[in-house]
């Protein structure tokens, strides 16, 4: 039954929003069901419309992620895609150990099909879910598939008795139940208890809750909300907004003492968890099951479950689609601010390629260090984890030898006692095969045993040195980039989480071939009963050290692969980056993502997120020390040129003037487009100046986004149409002139920006020109492009250098129509190969030196192929 929600705004991105405000509304105060039926299909609606388009974001979002090369990113995509297409909703049930969760789950299901008890129970993650027909599925954390089991096997896989802290390794259990309370894709989840003397039980929950659409956290009447329970609410709270609190075990208290205890909770979540509001259910779980079992109507009300299973029902009918919305958007959230944080850090990199020499050289010299040192370090992590390994392994199999021995001695005594009639060599034979077999099983079952845990100590050793691997590449990219010091406010990005998994091998098989004396061989047994199992229980110490072995190679073979796949990952990882480091630093055409239109898309997408979420957009780029009023403390364009080293300047291949403005421009749009999108006087200035000119509105546009746009811009067109308006009166024979509406170049402050800019730089240039090294380096390099050129020559008054000027560039004007002439005989004459650098290049620097760097001369953000 749905509520009434609300029509979706018109247009591509439905807000969200809207949606969420509504739907909480609608909880306080049921709307009546007088037009049950168009409410319906109308909130039908706008949920499906709402769904869509946030799916389009999210695939949006995989695409980017691809086309940069991040798998790991674009398979979460693929997995919240997956969820909004399901339609999937997962509720989980959660608290300290032993408050009754799993009862609870039972009471509102009114059937006891989770094991409950009264020492920790619960030790793994058991998902109820609708099927058509009772069914359990367990998933094991190194098997492929699902193994299919019946319902009533459940607390083998899921209990602390069945499975001891999860030594199975079990990552999940899916009991299929045809319940109408699980329809509609609904996951019902029961958690083990966090808190209790069993610490892998805790770390299974903490790892489950960030895949929670909503919780039930239950508390329970005899310890009421310790400090334990109010340090793990707050935990849950940093994941999911949606939490139902429960007070179990009510019927432990008398009925006054219960008022009491309810009004201690509330005002404790008000003050603790700042979670006022988060609603408390007292509910007694035992009577309530009881109540349904035996259909006892007044009971089951006296329980207060009624209450809490209302509460339930309609959070699933309405709300539950506006968080499920809400919780895949935040998630989408964080995975776009990642992938946004290093698309700029790439672009930041090649807007400064402009200005330094290319840097590709250098680029891949760092990382060619960083490879080697990951070498060094994997070597590292790896023996590390290998002695801990062999000391672990080494004590545990000590442990089971000398329980096994003489599990062995009496196989062996049983096969002796049924040979007697053997000859002494068959009975050798015969024996030794069902001590191997006995042992075989003995030494499965005690590995499948040891796994997990030696998993953990894996995990432990580890953990630390592959993460560090991990941000290490990161971190050059950053470096190398310049961004390590630009903050970046949008979520704050979780490490991607990297350990290093092994998958065990299967244990080979175990040898053993005991021998005899030849003399005794022919002999029956009979006749030498007592020589032979002399023989044989001398050799078992043999047998167990062959398969003790056996056990320490296929360990050590697991964690070879694990290395392996660590080294694979990181190496394919480290590669993707440097070509889009190397790419970035050459200077443009990039192979491979890392264009800036992926950026652009990214900060549209992001901006839609948080919109659809109801947050603000924050600054796009490092804004560093921004006023507090917003009115934007644009630094002087002459301060940010003070740095340029002209020396290095002049080794580019393109005008290092124009390289110079190039950035200049950018680090003014990045901060303006800001200060556009957010402060209401910079929004009236733009208005009154007309905006920018034609070339500048454009490049502005590049680096903004539709968000930030749609807040700039309204102002300056309404201005338009005032004027507009106004034009209507003139009579035929006037002006029609639209000048006042369009930004010459002389108003434009992008413009304006530049022209200063460039005097500085000219000006530096020509102050350059006056000393030895100045002439030096010019000569080297290519020179100024022909505007530039002109620039400068009009600021100098000497002759002398004048000439030098004109002749260089005479030189190099003529040179490069050389290259491009040869470069395009050689590929007429299909000799490409002996191409050289400069005549490749030779037209792009033509270009360049004819007009001005691109750049500054068409709009950006636009398609660079
Ligand atoms: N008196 C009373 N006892 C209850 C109630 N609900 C559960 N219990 C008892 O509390 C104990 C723990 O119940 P479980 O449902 O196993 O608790 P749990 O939170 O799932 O425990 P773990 O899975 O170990 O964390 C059992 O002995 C239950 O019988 C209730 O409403 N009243
Ligand atoms: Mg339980
Ligand atoms: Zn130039
Ligand atoms: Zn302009």
């Not at 809750?209 to 329970?229: Q, R």
């Not at 021995?405 to 009639?421: G, M, N, Q, V």
């Not at 005690?446 to 993460?467: F, N, Y």
């Not at 050059?476 to 990297?498: G, H, Q």
């Amino acid at each position: 039954m749905f509520c009434s929600l609300p029509k979706p705004a018109a247009g591509d991105h439905a807000d969200l929003s809207a949606l969420f405000g509504a739907v909480a509304t609608t909880m306080e105060a049921p709307s009546p069901t007088n037009s049950l039926a168009s409410a319906d299909s109308e909130a039908l609606r706008a949920y499906s419309h709402a769904k869509q388009s946030l799916a389009r974001q999210v695939q949006t979002l995989q695409d980017v992620c691809r086309r940069s090369g991040n798998e790991v990113r674009s398979a979460a995509c693929r997995e919240l895609l997956a969820k909004l297409a399901e339609d999937r909703f997962t509720l989980a049930v959660v608290g300290q150990f032993k408050r009754g969760k799993s009862s609870l789950m039972n009471a509102l299901l009114g059937c006891e099909v989770l094991p409950i008890g009264v020492l920790p129970v619960t030790s793994a993650i058991t998902v109820l879910r609708f099927g058509p027909t009772e069914r359990l599925l367990v998933t094991r954390k190194a098997a492929q598939f699902p193994e299919e089991a019946s319902v009533s096997r459940l607390s083998e896989y899921v209990t602390e008795t069945g499975n001891p802290g999860n030594r199975k390794g079990i990552s999940a259990v899916y009991v299929e139940l045809p319940h109408p309370f699980l329809r509609r894709g609904l996951e019902f989840v029961d958690t083990p208890g966090v808190g209790s003397a069993v610490e892998a039980n805790t770390a299974t929950t903490y790892e489950f809750l960030p895949k929670c659409d909503a919780v039930v956290f239950v508390t329970s009447g005899e310890t009421p909300f310790t400090s334990a329970e109010k340090e793990f609410l707050r935990d849950i709270r940093e994941h999911l907004r949606k939490v139902f609190v429960v007070v179990n075990k009510v019927d432990l208290l008398a009925p006054e003492d219960r008022e009491q205890l309810l009004r201690y909770l509330e005002a404790s979540l008000r003050e603790h968890v700042d979670a006022a509001d988060l609603k408390c259910f007292p509910v007694s779980s035992r009577q309530a099951l009881e109540a349904k079992l035996s259909g006892n109507g007044a009971g089951l009300s006296a329980s207060g479950l009624p209450a809490l299973e209302e509460a339930l029902g309609r959070f699933l009918a309405t709300e539950r689609q506006a968080v499920l919305l809400e919780a895949i958007a935040d998630k989408a959230l964080r995975l776009c601010s990642e992938e946004l944080r290093e698309a700029r850090a790439f672009r930041h990199l090649r807007v400064q390629a402009g200005a330094h020499p290319p840097g590709d050289a250098e680029v891949a010299s760092q990382f060619a260090a960083l490879r080697q040192q990951h070498v060094a370090r994997v070597k590292e992590l790896e023996q590390q984890v290998q002695r801990q390994l062999r000391a672990e392994i080494a004590t545990r199999w000590e442990a089971f030898a000398s329980a096994e021995t003489p599990a062995l001695e009496r196989e062996l005594e049983a096969e002796l006692a049924e040979r007697t009639k053997d000859q002494a060599v068959t009975a050798l034979h015969w024996t030794a095969l069902r001590v191997r077999n006995r042992l075989k099983e003995d030494v499965q079952r005690w590995w499948a045993a040891q796994q997990a845990e030696l998993e953990q100590t894996i995990a432990e050793v580890g953990a630390a040195s592959v993460q560090a691997l991990w941000q290490e590449t990161a971190a050059l990219v950053d470096r190398l980039s310049e961004t390590a010091t630009v903050e970046e406010p949008v979520v704050e990005s979780p490490a991607e989480r990297r350990t290093l998994g092994v998958s065990w091998l299967p244990l080979g098989r175990v040898r053993w071939d005991p021998e005899l004396p030849t003399g005794l061989k022919p002999l029956p047994l009979r006749l030498c009963r007592k020589k032979v199992r002399e023989r044989l229980v001398g050799q078992l110490a043999g047998c167990l050290d062959n398969a003790g072995h056996l056990v320490q190679t296929t360990c050590e073979r697991s964690l070879e692969h694990a290395v392996h796949a660590l080294k694979t990952g990181l190496g394919d990882r480290t590669d993707r980056l440097e070509n889009r480091a190397r790419a970035a630093a050459s200077g443009g055409k990039t192979a491979g993502g890392g264009r800036d239109e992926s950026q652009a898309e990214l900060t549209a997408l992001r901006d839609q997120l948080l919109q659809s979420l109801g947050r603000a957009a924050p600054a796009d780029t490092p804004a560093p020390a921004r006023s507090a009023d917003g009115s934007g403390s644009r630094p002087e364009p002459v301060q940010s040129l003070e740095a340029l080293d002209l020396q290095r300047a002049l080794s580019t291949r393109g005008c290092p003037v124009c390289d110079a403005l190039e950035k200049v421009a950018f680090d003014f749009y990045t901060r303006f487009q800001y200060e556009l999108s957010t402060s209401a006087d910079a929004q009236r200035a733009f208005a009154d100046e007309a905006g920018l000119c034609a070339l500048h509105a454009w490049q502005l546009a590049g680096v903004s986004s539709p968000q930030g746009m749609s807040r700039g811009y309204p102002l300056w067109a309404e201005r338009a149409a005032e004027v507009v308006t106004k034009l209507r009166g003139r009579e035929p024979g006037e002006s029609l002139s639209f000048a006042q509406l369009a930004c010459s170049t002389e108003k434009c402050r992008v413009c304006e920006l530049l022209r200063e800019s460039a005097a500085t730089v000219l000006a530096r240039v020509a102050e350059f020109l006056q000393s030895a090294e100045g002439r030096e380096a010019y000569e080297r390099s290519q020179g100024l492009c022909l505007r530039h050129l002109e620039g400068l020559l009009g600021r100098l008054a000497d002759g002398d250098c004048r000439g030098f000027l004109l002749s260089h560039a005479a030189r190099r004007l003529a040179e490069t129509a050389e290259d491009m002439r040869s470069y395009a005989l050689k590929h007429d004459a299909i000799r490409r190969a002996l191409v050289n650098r400069d005549e490749r290049d030779a037209y792009l620097r033509a270009l360049v030196h004819l007009v001005g760097a691109r750049n500054l001369c068409v709009p950006w953000g636009e398609q660079e192929e």
